[in-house]
């Protein structure tokens, strides 16, 4: 079963470290929406646990998160290191194990473009394809437990 842990981190703390921590100074928002759900995927899968609340849907572009989405500048300029997407951000809310976590996935996935990420995302059976049934993207919510046993299986890992 998965579960929520027990501290309150958001979407946007989440957001806001991969910026801040970022390995080239690339990250728009389209590829930091995929960047954040490759954190959600692995923690749920390291862990169990979801990192923070899933309100994931498909859109044509992969998983977007609505709330993340909102928060983001709408122009296709690159995020700068040092901005933040959430007021009073404070990256010590995170665990050790959290911080790895987003690390492994800047680590990773930082260095690819958008496009790849997309592509990725886009993966025959992926939680985006499987969910991807309306263009009323509210309708396209993508479950935890499809991200969980499409991510878990060794040829799919994150």
Sequence with gaps: MITMQTHKIDILDVATYLINHQNKNDYKPLKLQKLVF???????????????????????????????????????KPLNYQQK????????????QEKEIMDYVIEKY???????LVNITHRPNSPWE?????????????PDKLIQNYYSQRNRKV
């Design 38 to 76: 490759f954190v959600y995927a692995k923690n749920l899968i390291d862990t169990n646990q979801s990192m923070f609340n899933n309100d994931f849907e498909s859109w044509p572009y992969g998983p977007v998160s609505p709330k993340l989405y909102t928060n983001l500048p709408k122009d296709k």
């Design 85 to 96: 997407i959430k007021e009073n951000y404070d990256q010590n809310i995170f665990s050790q």
């Design 110 to 116: 930082g260095p690819k473009t958008a496009t790849e």
């Design 130 to 142: 499987r969910s991807y049934i309306s263009q009323y993207f509210a309708l396209n919510n993508i």
